[in-house]
């Protein structure tokens, strides 16, 4: 009998023992090589917003942004000796529960004999149930061939990533799940090309009469939907065609209830498309009202 009873209360400590779970949803970097430097995008949807986030940039990093979609946040960037450290205290935040954070480095790029490599280190700021390192090239640039001889060299590590283009950028995805808070994730290109040499080359052969037809075109449909739709991701496009649906603007909810998508994976993706320029995101009370950007410039003319 007592070692029934014995047995009995180790099954109800074990499952009355709190179980840490993920903090963060959903984690994004993307990294594109322009030149000599690299742009660099970080997006985390929180599931629950932690009372402190520390973010280490494992590179010395200009042009710090913070861009959250909530308030109350206080975010402080500082230098050290092995790169830039951002701390935020998030205890007296309200609103959303996405942060985002770009920034500018010449970090982890080397140009080596024959080619020239993108190595990026990335540390999980918390638990993340699902991670996204997206890796890639500027305009003139593209992946060498695999390599073999004394010394091997591929395309992209590790080799499980996922090839893809924007009609314009080459880039290299991983995605990983189950992280831990500390967890290391590295990831690097290899890569051949002059982005330099491809625009000026442009300046030469272009006849001035052409430059000025796509002047006058660009100024008409500046970065216009029609230019952009057919770049944009399947899942970003029919983010897109929801809002055009309802005119031009919508409640986030609806398009969450149209795609059939999770309210985190449409947050995700509405926060891409503002960060590029192809989205506004106004606060409607308890929800975001969501408005095409071509259609918001064309009501203040």
């Not at 998030?90 to 490599?117: C, H, M, P």
């Not at 590790?158 to 799940?177: A, F, L, M, Q």
């Not at 625009?199 to 002047?215: A, E, H, K, M, Q």
Request: charged share 25%; glycine share 8%; proline share 5%.
């Amino acid at each position: 009998m007592k070692q029934l009873k014995h047995l009995v209360l180790a099954v109800f400590l074990i499952v009355s023992m709190p179980f840490a779970s993920a903090t963060i949803d959903f984690f994004e970097i993307s990294s594109f090589v322009e030149g000599e430097t690299a742009k660099h995008n970080i997006v985390m949807i929180f599931s629950a917003i932690p009372k402190t986030l520390e973010y280490p940039i494992l590179m010395p990093a200009e042009s710090v942004k913070i861009n959250p979609n909530f308030k109350g946040h206080k975010c402080k960037v500082e230098s050290k000796s092995w790169g830039t450290n951002i701390l935020c205290d998030l205890s007296n935040v309200t609103g959303g529960n996405v942060l985002g954070i770009s920034f500018q480095s010449s970090g982890g790029i080397r140009k080596l004999d024959e080619y020239s490599a993108f190595d990026i280190g990335i540390r999980v700021p918390d638990d993340a149930k699902k991670a996204v390192i997206r890796a890639g090239l500027g305009e003139g640039l593209f992946l060498i061939k695999p390599r073999e001889g004394a010394t091997s060299v591929t395309p992209y590590y590790p080799t499980d990533g996922k090839e893809g283009s924007d009609g314009r950028r080459i880039y290299v995805v991983w995605e990983r799940e189950g992280l831990k808070r500390g967890d290391s994730i590295n990831v690097g290109l290899s890569y051949e090309g002059s982005p330099t040499a491809r625009v000026n080359y442009l300046y030469f052969i272009i006849p001035i009469p052409i430059l000025i037809g796509l002047f006058l075109v660009f100024r008409q449909f500046g970065k216009g939907l029609r230019t952009v739709i057919p770049v944009l991701k399947e899942d970003e496009r029919k983010i897109v065609e929801v809002i055009q649906s309802y005119g031009g603007r919508c409640k986030q909810r609806k398009i969450v209830a149209d795609t059939e998508y999770s309210k985190a994976r449409v947050s995700r993706l509405v926060h891409s498309l503002r960060e590029r320029g192809i989205l506004e995101v106004l606060p409607k009370g308890r929800t975001n009202e969501v408005v095409l950007k071509e259609l918001k410039m064309a009501d203040q003319k």
